[in-house]
């Protein structure tokens, strides 16, 4: 007894509908350079006012003047941030530099935090929005 196996008809290619172009999505138009354009300078608007304003002196850094380039550009700001900011910035340092040290070294060794615990009793624990731990208990 011989089995023969007949092969399946090939799928017939199904034409686009109108909604959905393949060779539309690709085109570029003046528009969305236009869009593109808007939405750059838009987000950009707020960086370039405040490295201008970040480049005056004390006299010119006023709300009238903040579109202005200004006259003298100076780095004395930044030399003053970061005299004031430095001691601050060292201590980051040496908080997050460990931190991230034993977080990575934790979770390597296959520790993960988890939301949900179960107690000694075997019930699930659950944290409520306030942080507290409270017992869930199973439906009878």
Not at 32 to 54: D, E, Q
Not at 94 to 113: D, H, M, Q
Not at 129 to 138: D, E, I, K, L, M
Request: proline share 9%; charged share 15%; aromatic share 10%.
């Amino acid at each position: 007894m011989t089995t023969a196996s007949a092969v399946p008809p090939a799928p017939l290619p199904v034409e686009p509908t109108a909604w959905w172009n393949p060779r539309g999505w690709g085109r570029v138009t003046p528009l969305k350079y236009a869009g593109l354009l808007f939405f750059a300078a838009l987000i950009l608007t707020p960086v370039y006012v405040l490295l201008v304003t970040s480049l005056k002196g004390i006299s010119e850094t006023d709300p009238s003047h903040a579109w202005t380039l200004p006259h003298v550009w100076t780095v004395s700001a930044w030399h003053e941030a970061w005299n004031v900011l430095s001691p601050n910035l060292k201590n980051s340092f040496y908080l997050v530099i460990p931190a991230t040290v034993i977080s990575t070294g934790t979770s390597r060794l296959g520790f993960r935090a988890s939301s949900s615990r179960t107690s000694s009793t075997g019930s699930r624990l659950r944290r409520s929005s306030s942080g507290a731990t409270t017992r869930r208990f199973p439906r009878s």
